[in-house]
């Protein structure tokens, strides 16, 4: 696929789902259950011991509609050992050239960490792909409408923070896609499941304000 290809089909869903863990078997687990409540996307981690063979499994062992990247890729070398691993996209904490140039150099769409508007614009002259939001949990939905307003074109990601209760709104205030770790994954599978599934329709139906869409 090409790149906006895969953001396409990364993003498509208005959620990815973050997997950090204590290691392989916790990662390929986790993966498992979201796989099957109906997510395709999911960024592991590389803070997770083993976490490029997670990803080389995953990618080896889902279907064409699952879209498998690394997070927390902080350098070009961890950029390249992520897209050597099968990762499809990577996602940053931080905006770094080298990463985007990395992940361009070799077709994989890269996501970087974002927190102001200076570093949005930043990253779009860079080339990213789509803008981490982290820490949402510093913001509202409401400060991204306004953000929006005049950067109507930066594709924004809210992460680290984002509830399943909050989701949506960040959603209906112009996001193209949410970033959850273990909002989504917290108690037993079945809980997971139910979760997922719940979230997943509520996604569906946030709408944009149409008026932000205009920039006005």
């Known amino acids: 696929m090409y790149r906006w290809e895969i953001t396409r089909t990364a993003l498509e869903q208005r ?18 259950t979201l796989l099957g ?4 996307s999911l960024e592991i981690s590389l803070t997770t011991p083993y976490a ?3 990803v080389s499994t995953l990618r080896r062992e889902t279907g064409p509609e699952c879209v498998i990247g690394a997070g927390t ?18 996602v940053s904490p931080a905006l770094d050239a080298d990463v985007i140039r990395t992940g361009h150099r070799y077709g994989v769409p890269v ?31 409401s400060w991204l409408k306004d953000v ?6 930066a594709p924004l990601l809210p992460t680290g923070g984002v509830t ?20 989504l994954t917290k108690g037993d599978r079945e809980a997971t499941v139910k979760r997922v599934t719940d979230l997943l329709q509520r996604l569906e139906e946030a709408v944009p304000d149409p008026s932000r869409r205009r920039g006005r």
């Open 15 to 32: 959620m990815f789902a973050i997997i950090r863990s204590d290691g392989y078997e916790g990662v390929t687990s986790t993966a498992d």
């Open 37 to 40: 409540a109906g997510i395709n």
């Open 52 to 54: 490029l063979d997670a």
């Open 73 to 90: 890729v902080l350098d070009a070398p961890s950029a390249r050992a992520a897209i050597d691993a099968g990762a499809l996209f990577l």
């Open 111 to 141: 996501f970087p960490g974002v927190a102001t508007p200076t570093e949005m614009v930043r990253a779009l002259e860079l080339g990213a792909d789509a803008l981490k939001l982290f820490p949402a949990s510093g913001h509202d939905p």
């Open 148 to 153: 929006r307003a005049a950067l109507p074109q």
């Open 164 to 183: 399943v209760e909050n989701a949506p709104e960040w959603i209906a205030a112009g996001a193209v896609a949410c970033g959850m770790g273990s909002a």
